[in-house]
């Protein structure tokens, strides 16, 4: 005899968790006011405060799944915004802005 399985029709919403499934990442592009400063996008702010933290570019990479050359292009466009000529003064930048 041939067993029958059942489907429910019923449908629950998802999880909080299923419908952000990054959350856990936490997006840091936003300060606690709203929007970036200077004109940065949420993700050259995320950029930025994980640069702030001290990560390489591979690292970065790898927490926001990036490529490696897209993390050097928002860092390439995200310093061009903020006026910085290197690390340092991107983490300045940061620091001041709430970023880090």
Known sequence: MASIALVSLHHDPPSSSARQPFASFG???????GRPPDGLSAREADVLRLMAAGKS????????????????????NLSAKIGATNRAEATAFALRHGLA
Do not use: P
């Open 57 to 76: 570019n591979q690292q970065i990479a790898a927490r926001l799944v990036l490529s490696v050359r897209t993390v050097e292009r928002h860092s390439t």
């Open 27 to 33: 997006h840091v592009g936003s300060r606690a006011g």
